[in-house]
């Protein structure tokens, strides 16, 4: 039997290898930057008030974008993987409100310490010193971390959508469900799961787009407006070339302004170190989980060509950095696009080229509203949860930190938080159980670092 010679795209990308298409990449490529383009504005939002350059949203919105389009390429050309990248959430947040505002170190510094932090990123990686971590920890931890980034996921979709609001009696509370942000996002959340139900091709992007057609057309809130998720309305194509287009700038106030010689002082040695490990297990989480969910981990929970993975989002981060924002990292959100069929680098490729696009069209990424990605966030959550089935739930020394590292993602708001205290109390429980020898000695070294880390340096 004959079949006919592969197209030069679907031998690079390996898109009949893996059972996919070009058309269906570009469908996830397009989902997964829709569930992540709040990016553009969030970020420029958060590290504004802590980077004091003339005209400094539009200047860190266009460092934004090319830190997510260069992440993104860089991990679909070079490791070939679904997983897009962009400036995160939690790290951008320690970076200008507990190391430059907090601590007052100057941004420039900061941007070095970021740098530093990414080039030992990719000297760990290429020595393979993070991949012989990844390994040393147990299956049942690897479940938990994707089952933990998906609750974290839901946190994130339900907070944008002003479901889950701030109570300050309780931490967290349930917001006003009338409010046309959240209705929204209720018949979007329910049309799209019916859509994936009935397996409609491209079921989550549907929704996604439905749900901001809708928006715009009732004229309803809009774009997380801040930090803490605020909606607001629609301003409208107003202005320039068809309402929708702008000129992108040149980032000039900010591109290689980093100091790396300041960042190296002692004195930051706990800033550069707090950037390090937090990047470092959010990173490691998020991409095992997502090559778990994209179905490229083998038996023993390895991932192929962890290498080059591992070292594009060191690359990313330093490139980030060079450009003038906080750590750049694997995306959570890329779990839409894979939930979408997205197996290939050429689904972040797609990401990293409408990133370069959005510096033109950044003002048409405003119309998407977070009602529209909260359920493609809810759902992709659920999605990463059918993991947890493969825990020993009969033996506490191995639920027990598989369910902490669930529930402390959502809850500190950080996935570097859940893993550490997943490792930290299987360590722990396993020795005092008298099972130490179930336990790798590099997972004893990393427990003990990560003991060190809560003990000695700053909170992220
Ligand atoms: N810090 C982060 N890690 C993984 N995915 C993210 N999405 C947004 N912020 C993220």
Sequence with gaps: MTSSPLSPLDRYFGLSAHGSSAAQEVRAGVTTFLTMSYILFVNPQLLSGAIPVPNAFVQLLMTTALAAAFGSLAMGLVARYPFAQAPGMGLNAFF??????????????????????????????????????????????????????????????????GIVVTNPATIVGLGTLTSPGALLTIAGLVITAALMVRQVKGAVLWGILLTSAAAI???????????????????????????????PVWPASLVGQLDLAGALGLGLLSVVFTFFFVDFFDATGTLTGLAQKSGYL???????????????????????????????????????????GGRTGLTAVTVGVLFLLSMFLWPLAAAIPA???????????????????HIDWDDLSESLPAFLTIVAMPLTFSIANGVSFGVITYCAVKVLAGRARQVSPILYGVAILLLARYAFLANE
């Design 298 to 340: 083998d038996a023993k929970g390895d991932m192929p060509r962890a290498r080059r993975t591992f070292a594009m989002d060191g690359l990313a981060a330093m490139f980030g950095a060079f450009m003038g924002t906080s750590t750049t990292t694997a995306y959570v959100e890329s779990a839409s696009g894979i939930g979408e």
């Design 371 to 389: 009602a529209a990605t909260a359920p493609a966030l809810i759902l992709v959550g659920a999605l990463m949860m059918d993991g947890v089935r």
């Design 96 to 161: 200008a409100f507990t190391v430059v505002q907090g601590m007052g170190v100057p941004w420039q510094t900061a941007l070095g310490a970021v740098f530093i932090s990414g080039a030992l990123f990719v000297l760990l990686s290429v020595l393979g010193a993070r991949q012989a971590i990844v390994r040393a920890i147990p299956l049942g931890l690897k479940f938990a971390i994707t089952g933990g980034i998906g609750a974290f996921l839901a946190f994130l979709g339900l907070r944008s959508a």
């Design 217 to 247: 057309l009732l004229r309803l809130p809009v774009f997380a407006g801040g930090p803490d998720g605020a909606l607001q309305a629609f301003p409208g194509f107003g202005g320039r070339v068809l309402g929708i287009i702008d000129a």
